[in-house]
């Protein structure tokens, strides 16, 4: 039995032909990576993926995890890609993958289905807490934008809750992010939580730093900087410990990310773990470790103690994403 799944973002699309393995992770047949924004149509592109993998033809379901919201009415659905101008539905999906049935479900929806079947070095325990089996679990996670999703106990198990909250306003913890908000405001107008966690949200902080301290970039983040992806750029020197407004930019993200992921915690009593995933963290790793990411997900008085109780977690996987579809599409194809 194989089925197709794919995670489409704003940046990249991943698309891979599966067929059920061990220990309930699906064994990767065929895997392909495109940029999203080359192409202009997603139909082509899911249509290219068929017409190059011959492993796909015959695959009996496929699951698309989408960047965006997703409507569903019966077995309609429509989803919206937010930072692309692209729209999916369901039936035309099928169709251009040569299936019977296809399912789109939001990103982070299939980020938490893919937790449970990553291996043991693509998770990294940041705060061990008091773990609550049954409880519910936050999943949050950076990139291009702000995902975020939260898996609820219910009768037949888990359902998992989608959510579009990284576009909720943006709470300044202190005074120099109450600074950023302003300074973004006549930028931006709203300012949002995407607007600063996510790679444009990164270079943004850099470009607040810079403004208001004075402060340059040394000539090589400079040159990255003019080069390409400036969000890349800053995590590489800031890693490298090269740059100094680089590691200033990288902490304030950090202490950032750490507050809301709290925020999320508290709003879910998430005793069943937080799950940092996205592209950004994986990247970033040593400075979610540092500490500054777990004094500011605790750090709201009088909430510590509680907050200090649920599990944190950091996804290493990048394609975690990819991994939830791929059970999506086999549980679909298998008649689920």
């Known amino acids: ?30 895997r392909r990576r495109y940029a999203s924004a080359e192409w202009e149509d997603p139909y082509r592109l899911l249509a290219d993926f068929t ?7 015959g695959a009996l379901a496929a699951c698309l995890a989408v960047a965006g919201p997703v409507e569903t009415t019966g077995t309609w659905q429509r989803a919206r890609v937010t ?3 692209w729209r999916l539905e369901g039936a035309a999906v099928a169709r251009a993958l040569g299936v019977p049935r296809a399912r789109l479900v939001n990103d982070f929806e299939a980020v938490v289905h893919g937790l449970d079947a990553l291996a043991p070095e693509g998770l990294e325990t940041l705060q061990a ?8 679990r936050a999943v949050i996670g950076a990139g291009t934008g702000l995902g975020m999703a939260a898996a609820v106990p219910a009768a037949d198990g888990w359902r998992v809750l989608p959510s579009e909250g990284g576009h909720g306003d943006f709470a300044p913890a202190d005074a120099e992010q109450a600074a950023l908000a302003e300074w973004l405001r ?5 300012v949002t939580t995407e607007h600063l966690l996510s790679g444009p949200g990164l270079a943004r ?25 400036r969000a890349a ?9 090269e740059d100094p407004l680089a590691v200033r ?56 103690p509680l907050l200090a109780a649920m599990p944190v977690h950091l996804v290493l996987d990048p394609e975690v994403g990819l991994l939830g579809a791929a059970r999506l599409a086999l549980a679909l194809a298998a008649g689920g």
Do not use: C, Q, W
């Open 83 to 85: 930072n692309l101008p």
């Open 1 to 30: 039995m194989r089925a197709l799944a794919a995670d489409v973002g704003g940046t990249k699309t991943l698309l891979a032909v599966v067929e059920p393995g061990a220990e309930g992770r699906p064994r990767v047949l065929a």
């Open 129 to 136: 807490g008091d773990p609550r089996p049954g409880a519910p």
């Open 205 to 229: 902080i850099l470009d607040f730093l810079r403004a208001r301290e004075g402060t340059r970039p040394g000539p090589a983040l400079a040159a990255a900087l003019a080069a390409g992806d």
């Open 51 to 57: 017409a190059a993998e011959p492993a796909a033809r």
């Open 233 to 241: 750029a800053i995590g590489r020197a800031a890693l490298a410990g």
């Open 186 to 190: 006549p930028r931006l107008g709203r």
């Open 249 to 304: 930019a990288v902490e304030l993200f950090v202490r950032i990310y750490g507050a809301r992921a709290g925020d999320l915690a508290l709003l879910l009593l998430a005793h069943g773990g937080v799950y940092v995933a996205g592209g950004i963290a994986p990247r970033l790793a040593p400075f979610f470790r540092a500490g500054g990411f777990l004094e500011a997900f605790r750090a709201k008085p009088p909430m510590e």
